[in-house]
């Protein structure tokens, strides 16, 4: 299978490098990857700057570039730039931190898969607890069954997967599960730091409302979560409800 690795903790993170190494013994496996830290980029892309790409010899049988761009863009060089055609797969990660419930809307890991879907290329973000120093864990469970994944995903492309890995090892492990998208609030605030400005401080705090189906309930459970979040934001109830509307 040809494989598209993209991240957003840039380059040279551990995550996608240990991904790498253990994914390209059976595959052919490509690495485009930030060459900095991104992460919060969202879906963000360079649309009035530049973009440029190098090449770096950090594994042995998978090539490796670093992009100056976003992850979006890492996914839009590596296809249109650096592959001779569309990757079978495209996993972005493994992220250093969770991203549960609304962080997909801030997350380059998330986003990165997305952009993958807008190009009808099937794509699944990983990420894991960021206190876990080590991806041996996550990689292995990646390894395991990143080919029935991409059988599950549907055939247009369409839907990601977005998977959550909990802090531990196996022992600690309650299980995996198909999870929904819950919903989850910062609580944010700003500290001065002179001659700087300010910097956002965010603590995330769970809401009260989520159910022992959604990814926020769940991974505080310690499951493994896997979640299929799909490229549409219609709201397809409320417009059968508002399109015979009459809007002068």
């Known amino acids: 299978m040809n494989i598209l690795l ?13 991904l790498a190494k253990k994914l390209c013994v059976d595959n052919n496996v490509t690495v485009v990857a930030p060459q900095g830290q991104m992460s ?7 649309l009035y700057g530049y973009v440029n790409f190098v090449e770096l010899h950090l594994l042995d049988n998978v090539k490796c570039y670093a992009v100056n761009g976003t992850p979006a863009d890492c996914v839009k060089v590596g296809i249109n730039l650096i592959l001779n055609k569309k990757p ?17 809307f801030y997350s380059g890991t998330v ?17 894991q607890e960021y206190h876990l120093d080590s991806y041996e864990y ?6 395991k069954n990143y080919r029935k994944l991409y059988k599950i995903l549907p055939d247009d492309a369409q839907t990601i997967f ?16 198909f999870a929904k998208l819950g919903v989850k609030y910062f609580d944010e605030n700003y500290r001065y730091e002179e001659g700087f400005g300010y910097r956002a401080h965010c603590r995330s705090t769970l809401s009260e409302n989520t159910t022992q189906e959604d990814d926020t309930w769940l991974y505080d459970n310690k499951y493994i979560t896997i ?22």
């Open 88 to 104: 079978d797969l495209i996993i972005s990660g493994i992220n250093k931190g969770f991203n549960l419930g609304t962080d997909i």
């Open 227 to 248: 979640s299929p979040v799909k490229n549409d934001w219609n709201n397809k109830e409320f417009f059968e409800k508002i399109k015979n509307e009459i809007i002068e």
């Open 6 to 18: 993209i991240n957003d903790d840039g380059i040279y993170s551990q995550g996608i490098l240990t």
């Open 162 to 177: 977005n998977i959550n890995i909990p802090a531990g090892d196996a022992k600690d492990i309650a299980g995996v599960k």
């Open 40 to 46: 919060g980029t969202g879906h963000s892309f360079t």
């Open 138 to 143: 996550s990689s292995d469970f990646v390894l």
């Open 111 to 127: 986003n990165a898969a997305l952009e993958g879907a807008v190009h009808n290329i099937k794509s699944i973000a990983v990420s």
